[in-house]
């Protein structure tokens, strides 16, 4: 099993797996839409040879700069780094009339951002209550929990966390918040156990993993950004399907990594969708998962689920 671990211990997931779907060849173009630590992009640089071409997008600057270095250093191929989201990442092609043969995201955070604590994104730090995974633009978490009304707080809990509880904790951030702000992480999760209460004794994971999980993607409007994404690679398969001009050639191949149930529901329709209208070639109907020896290196390998599909030619 081929890993990569980088300086801050993330290990990019599926590598085998994304390796052998996307088959790079020399010369192709390869665009990541989520550079982070640069594990998945240095593996596939590596198989460009010296004409290839690396485009890497990410949220976060310092993740994207970590990650062109990589690819350089390894490689030897000099990336086009994009900051911003993948939201945007058709016309920022366009604009730079590039062509992609291979699309790789790899959604959600790498663990360097989990572990840091001034993101304030895991309880097991007592840390300000940020969230972003772009520090520059949008509202903290912290500023998320004093706008957000009890009803939409408590359907964002059970909608992106799946927490049992939801109404209970946003009762109590709600009655908290009246009194003092709720500004830290360590704040947020006393919070959600005394929103627990006994149940938390028998809780198998920490009472406060879904609703930090929930904030996270509500505060980076993950879905909104895959939904974005995922648009833009349908528009561009069906044009590049049809032999009009796009930022994905005919032939190129795509692979998305999901590890939450809605992101893989909604790669998993489009894909669906564009097979039956043959635009879309898959790998199978079921996403590749990881295999125990995965697993074992790698627990949060668990959750991930990989879809890929080729654009294909009209039959
Ligand atoms: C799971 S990590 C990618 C790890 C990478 N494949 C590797 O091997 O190191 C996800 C990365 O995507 C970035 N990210 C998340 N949402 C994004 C978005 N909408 N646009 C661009 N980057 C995003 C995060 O900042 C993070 O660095």
């Not at 839409?33 to 992009?41: K, L, N, P, V, Y």
């Not at 809990?157 to 003092?180: C, D, H, N, W, Y």
Request: charged share 25%.
């Amino acid at each position: 099993m081929t890993t990569t671990t980088d300086a801050s211990g993330h290990i990019p997931v599926l590598l085998e797996q994304v390796l052998k779907s996307l088959r790079p060849n020399l010369g192709d173009v390869f665009v990541d839409c989520t550079a982070g630590r640069g594990g998945h992009a240095a593996a596939i640089a590596k198989q460009l040879g010296p004409n290839g071409t690396v485009v890497l997008i990410d949220l976060d600057r310092a993740n994207l700069d970590y990650a062109s270095e990589r690819v350089e250093v390894e490689s030897g191929i000099k990336p086009i780094a994009m900051h911003g989201s993948f939201s945007s990442v058709g016309r920022e092609l366009e604009a730079r009339s590039l062509r992609a043969d291979l699309v790789l995201a790899d959604l959600g955070f790498a663990s360097n951002q989990m572990d840091d604590p001034l993101r304030g994104m895991s309880f097991t730090h007592d840390a300000p209550l940020d969230m972003r995974l772009n520090c520059s633009v949008g509202q903290t978490a912290a500023q998320f929990l004093e706008r957000l009304s009890e009803r939409d707080l408590a359907n964002i809990l059970f909608e992106l966390g799946e927490e049992p509880f939801s109404r209970r904790i946003a009762a109590k951030i709600v009655e908290s918040r009246a009194r003092t702000p709720i500004t830290s992480t360590t704040q947020l999760a006393d919070l959600v156990r005394e929103a627990y209460g006994s149940r938390a004794r028998t809780s198998r994971m920490h009472p406060a993993t879904r609703t930090f999980m929930a904030l996270r993607i509500a505060v980076n409007d993950e879905l909104g950004a895959l939904r974005a994404f995922l648009e833009q690679l349908a528009l561009a398969a069906i044009r590049a399907h049809e032999g009009k001009p796009t930022w994905m050639n005919l032939g190129a191949r795509a692979a998305v990594i999901g590890f939450h149930s809605l992101e893989d529901r909604m790669v998993k329709r489009l894909f669906v969708e564009l097979s039956q209208r043959n635009i879309f070639r898959l790998e199978g109907k079921q996403p590749m998962v990881a295999s125990e020896a995965e697993l074992a290196e790698n627990p949060r390998a668990r959750s991930a689920k990989l879809r890929t599909a080729m654009v294909g030619r009209p039959d």
